[in-house]
């Protein structure tokens, strides 16, 4: 495990070759915390709390293939695994359609499932691409991009298209946004009595998973997998709709994901169904730890890719 340094130790050609060297050898590394040094820097170069330590040495006793999607903070770099050499494009969070420099539409998504899906695949061996608009710990050996809106998700997502192997849509995407932008604060009435309330015009925002579909076409591309939240209702339970959705959609592999007050958003637990295209099969996974529903995705995955 590696102890504490400055930064530029840890981040030295000759001390990462080493690290390298080491994790091609089977040797499991736990990357140093980012924080405070003894010197004015800042950045990689603490000892892990002993807290995260041993959260990872107990884990990797009992559970040596899936450590690393498990770590809580202080993630295990892998070194080996079924995704070695693909690239792994993951999406995560809620998107915010701004209706002026205070208010947003948006929803309740956390972003955390995504994070877990994308960790799961960084611990498989996959380079790994996170397009988020959650601010959550980013997994050890993860790339992140950050967006707010959904027309800069669906930008950043056609911009890793041609490099990827896998793609998993996690966000949770606003179906609308406002269709004018207000510079300044809107102010209610404030006149003694006016209780009116602006009129706000919505706009459709783009299909991504729909898009990514087609951008691929019948050609060889990534595999698309991409995610579902629904309660159900008195026209189709949950599955019902997740069954149409994946058909309209045309993606993969579908994560039909149960949403409520009470469920999911912001939480640790899930519980999804797993659908995948031309099959009438139905993986039913949970309720589960967010990081357990992320090994079961990528169970699937791997058989396709």
Request: hydrophobic content about 40%.
């Amino acid at each position: 495990m590696a102890p504490a340094m400055h930064t530029e130790m840890w981040e030295h050609p000759a001390t990462q070759a080493n690290v390298a060297t080491l994790s091609e050898r089977g040797v499991h590394i736990v990357p140093p915390a980012s924080g405070r040094l003894t010197g004015n820097d800042t950045g990689p170069g603490r000892l892990p709390e002993p807290e995260e330590l041993y959260a990872v040495c107990a884990r990797l006793l009992e559970h040596p293939r899936a450590v690393a999607a498990t770590a809580p903070v202080t993630e295990v770099i892998p070194t080996r695994g079924p995704l070695r050499g693909r690239h792994v494009v993951v999406s995560a969070g809620g998107t915010r359609e701004p209706l002026d420099p205070v208010r947003f539409l948006g929803n309740r998504s956390s972003g955390k499932q995504g994070y877990a899906v994308a960790a799961a695949a960084a611990a498989r061996g996959a380079r790994v691409t996170l397009v988020t608009t959650a601010d959550l710990q980013l997994p050890t050996g993860v790339e992140s991009v950050r967006v707010e809106t959904a027309q800069q998700l669906r930008a950043a997502m056609l911009e890793h298209f041609d490099s990827a192997d896998v793609i998993v849509m996690a966000a949770a995407v606003a179906d609308f946004r406002p269709a004018d932008y207000v510079d300044t604060k809107i102010k209610k009435g404030m006149a003694p009595g006016d209780d009116s309330a602006p009129e706000i015009r919505l706009v459709r925002n783009p299909d991504i998973l729909a898009e990514l579909v087609r951008h691929r076409g019948d050609a060889a591309g990534p595999v698309i997998v991409g995610f579902a939240a629904e309660t159900g209702d008195a026209k189709a339970s949950v599955l019902e709709h997740g069954r149409a959705k994946l058909e309209r959609k045309g993606c993969d592999v579908l994560v039909v994901n149960e949403v409520g007050s009470d469920r999911t958003f912001g939480k640790d637990e899930n519980t999804v169904h797993l659908l995948l295209q031309g099959s009438s099969r139905v993986e039913d996974v949970g309720p589960a730890d967010k990081r357990v529903i992320a090994d079961a995705i990528w169970d699937l995955v791997e058989t396709l890719v």
